[in-house]
């Protein structure tokens, strides 16, 4: 076969075909082995090394952490950045190590060159503190105190303080409990009674109400200020107790370098010594601080601690979404595929539809600021919370308006998807049903929509998968860097859709390249990513399974 003739076989394209979806899945793979490997691989509990490092006047220098990478560079790279290497050097290797102890030597990631570094010790004994503040401590332990008294040392004092570690953790977790539930509770019931005694005052000028009826009902809420008064000192006598109960114990550790730090048990959350824990309990401190990256809250301005508030906002946000897009987006598609009048003004309207799905994003977030959260929202506040103001309640970006501009943002998605699924329904399956007497209303609902069902679904799935990734248009609508509450918890009205929230793209912006604390951050980046793609396909085998079901149904019912 001559080349001409194997062009005109068809061939040639076959295998184009096949070579593009070849490097396409090789692309998807290695992105994705990517984001797992250096994901998954942060949470492995990494060995604890020790040597000493001579810099070139002499002085000697002990260095004691975990190694986070190595970098091989020609030696005048490292001599204009100030390095100080001997001339004879021309290749250096220089090892990024993460010693920790911010309160004691100021930063935790240092590099430092392989040449005058000794040979790397792991002393067994040698412990990493996981601490809620400064970071990471690496050290040896030394004593236990309690009340200013040693209670525990040598061989004692390993199992004494993971007893001591796990009641001040307890003892955290139940101040932490009190004070975002049951003090956010008081505060938002007093806080209510304050709105009350504003409207109240704004009803009697506005002379919806007289005096005696306001004065009545000032003292009803001044007695119910009385009583969340005494709720909240009960609460805050507990707390002092608490804080003083996980006070009370202290850690005294050695550092590298010989001296001895106070570390107080109720800023550790995890005491471990790598280097002498065998598999299985390396394999179980991996599952527990996976766990706690996933059911946590974020710490040391997001660089440390878990992304529970990432995850939940993000969740949350895409079902408001898709509550919000799935009835307008059908609706959309029904009128313009079913009734609409066919001509140049229903050309234009899908043509700019077709439009609007290419429009940039942040063009949706400026859109959503000034219409959703400046319009709407401030004439929501002048006409149901004006007692509020000039702290605005819906005036501001929340949840609801972030929801709001995905659903704008993702309803040409769903229009287009649900039209393409009403276009594929035969009209034989139409004619039929008016012969038999169905009215075109009956038709549409009971046969053509349910048939068209797995195409809306379909739709609903791309409109999550952009959602749930987008964050140019949340930054400016809803999606902060640290949110206070959640917005789901036990206070009426129990979903709070004004209220702020973090969301794991915006999670993952703000640790990748606002972090004051880079080598930190860097391994959370591709946690937290890791985390975002998994919800995501999460989500989408969710509704790619009903999707299926309803398929599966009406082409049964069908036949």
Excluded: C
């Amino acid at each position: 076969m001559t080349l001409k003739q194997w062009f005109k076989s068809g061939s040639p394209w076959v295998w184009l075909n096949a070579g593009a979806i070849a490097i396409s899945m090789i692309m998807v793979v290695g992105l994705l082995s990517l984001i797992l490997v250096r994901g998954f691989s942060h949470f492995w509990p990494a060995p604890i090394l020790e040597t000493t490092v001579t810099q070139p006047d002499g002085r000697q220098v002990q260095v004691m952490g975990e190694l986070s990478r190595s970098q091989t560079l020609p030696a005048e790279v490292l001599r204009d950045a100030g390095v100080d290497i001997p001339r004879e050097i021309n290749v250096v290797t220089r090892h990024l190590i993460k010693q920790g102890n911010r309160d004691v030597w100021g930063r935790d990631f240092v590099w430092y060159p392989e040449t005058g570094m000794e040979e790397w010790r792991f002393p067994a004994d040698a412990m990493r503190l996981e601490r809620r503040e400064r970071g990471d401590f690496f050290g040896y332990p030394v004593r236990l105190m309690e009340a200013g008294r040693t209670v525990a040392e040598g061989d004692d004092l390993w199992p004494a303080l993971q007893q001591r570690v796990a009641r001040a953790n307890d003892i955290f977790d139940e101040i932490r409990r009190i004070e975002r539930r049951e003090i956010g509770s008081v505060n938002q019931r007093m806080e209510r009674v304050r709105l009350d005694e504003r409207r109240l005052e704004m009803d009697r000028r506005a002379g919806r109400i007289d005096r005696a009826t306001q004065e009545e009902a000032m003292a009803e809420l001044e007695a119910r200020r009385a009583e969340l008064n005494q709720e909240f000192a009960v609460l805050q006598e507990r707390l002092d107790t608490l804080y003083q109960d996980v006070r009370r114990d202290t850690l005294v550790a050695r550092v590298s370098d010989g001296r001895e730090v106070d570390l107080s048990l109720a800023q550790i959350i995890r005491a471990v010594k790598p280097n002498d824990m065998s598999v299985v309990s390396k394999m179980g401190l991996y599952v527990a601080q996976f766990w706690d990256f996933l059911s946590g809250y974020p710490r040391e301005a997001n660089t440390e601690g878990g992304i529970l508030p990432a995850i939940f906002g993000t969740v949350t946000m895409v079902f408001v979404m898709s509550i919000i897009v799935s009835p307008f987006g059908v609706l959309a598609a029904i009128y313009l595929r079913e009734y609409a009048r066919q001509g140049p003004l229903l050309r234009m309207i899908r043509i700019s539809v077709y439009n609007l799905a290419g429009v940039p994003s942040i063009v949706f977030g400026v859109f959503g600021l000034g219409f959703f959260v400046y319009f709407v929202g401030g004439a929501v506040d002048q006409q149901f919370f004006p007692e509020a103001l000039p702290s605005p309640t819906f005036g501001t970006p929340g949840l609801l308006w972030a929801s709001l501009t995905l659903a704008l943002l993702t309803l040409p998605v769903v229009i287009v998807a649900t039209e393409e699924g009403l276009a594929r329904i035969p009209s034989t399956i139409r004619h039929g049903s008016l012969a038999l007497g169905a009215t075109k209303a009956e038709t549409l609902w009971k046969v053509v929509v349910p048939l068209a069902t797995p195409a809306m679904m379909t739709g609903l799935i791309l409109a999550i998968a952009r959602a749930a990734g987008e964050v140019a248009p949340l930054m400016l609508v809803g999606v902060v860097k640290l949110a206070p509450t959640l917005p789901v918890d036990g206070n009426f009205p129990f979903i709070h859709l004004e209220r702020k929230i973090m969301h794991l793209g915006f999670h993952i912006f703000d640790v990748g390249f606002q972090s004051p604390n880079v080598e930190a951050a860097q391994p959370l980046v591709y946690a937290t990513a890791m985390t975002l793609v998994v919800l995501i396909v999460m989500l989408n085998l969710t509704a790619i399974s009903i999707r299926n079901r309803l398929r599966e149904k009406y082409r049964s019912e069908s036949d």
